[in-house]
């Protein structure tokens, strides 16, 4: 396929983790035809990428859902690369059983303000002391008493048990009895001043690249390994499938609806300041 673009270096920024390695292996190790397109990878924590999303420095990245809220009049979300929790999701945790109503007015390590993590949590509950903590920090916050529950992402989900917290709520689980739909957790934007054609040759290659890893899973998992963080290769694959899977090659209408929802119902409830104009990268 030949294009009339010239050929441009794009810089691309997503989490160290295995999913999204896993989703971007094929982009990162020349398997994917990129006409003439340079792509170049960064790798940084969710917060630091919506905080530079933010300030328009990325051209492609990966953002958090509540970020995007922010973000909707220099991005547009592109239609792969979706992180959706489909009944499961962020899990709040605690040294000790609580129930939901012990949840108000806690101490709650949080992994960023824009992190969909945290709009979920104040959707469930409104009201607790947010204590912002980098992700991979919050069970030992937990652990040494410093706050009262945390708030896990990423490989968390998986492991907390082996450090004997407790499930006290999972927010994809909730969200899916209050909407029945799943909850969209991270998305892949593309900056809108880059033009048709050089967005719909990125989303041609993003689509690209997590098809090719779903089909060669083996080759991609191995690849995913290096940012597993403690992860055993079971472990690794279950969370890479967790988050990589048919939502991540398209939203497709409920997943669509399901962004739509999730930010309206920070909107309504004064969590997202501003009115949300969500725009699909088609």
């Known amino acids: 396929m030949t294009s009339s673009v010239a050929p441009r270096t794009i810089h691309v920024a997503h989490s160290p983790d295995s999913d999204d390695a896993f989703m971007f292996y094929a982009l990162a190790e020349g398997k994917v035809d990129t006409e003439g397109l340079s792509y170049v990878h960064e790798l940084q924590d969710i917060e630091s990428l919506n905080q530079r999303a933010m300030r328009g420095e990325l051209e492609v990245t990966a953002v958090s859902i509540h970020a995007y809220a922010y973000l909707s009049d220099r991005y547009a979300l592109l239609s792969s690369g979706a992180s959706m929790g489909d009944q499961y999701g962020p899990r709040l945790v605690a040294a000790r059983p609580h129930t939901r109503a012990d949840v108000k007015g806690k101490r709650i390590a949080i ?6 993590a945290y709009l979920a949590l104040r959707l469930y509950e409104p009201e607790f002391e947010a204590v912002f903590t980098p992700f991979d920090a919050i069970e030992d916050a937990v652990l040494s008493g410093s706050v009262d529950l ?10 907390y048990g082996d450090n004997g917290l407790h499930l006290v709520a999972d927010m994809g689980e909730w969200w899916f009895g209050e909407t029945g739909l799943p909850l ?4 892949n934007v593309v900056r809108k001043d880059l033009g048709p054609e050089l967005v719909r040759m990125v989303s041609r290659h993003l689509h690209a690249s997590i098809a090719h890893a779903l089909d060669n899973r083996e080759a991609a998992l191995a690849h995913a390994m290096q940012y597993a963080r403690g992860l055993d290769p079971v472990k690794a694959d279950t969370f890479v499938g967790m988050y990589v899977n048919a939502w991540t090659l398209d939203y497709g209408d409920r997943g669509r609806e399901a962004v739509r929802l999730f930010l309206q119902r920070g909107v309504d409830a004064g969590i997202i300041t501003k009115p949300v104009e969500v725009e699909f990268a088609d």
């Open 184 to 187: 969209p957790l991270g998305g």
């Open 111 to 116: 992994p960023g303000p824009l992190t969909s």
């Open 150 to 159: 945390g708030l896990l992402i990423h490989e968390g989900q998986l492991t």
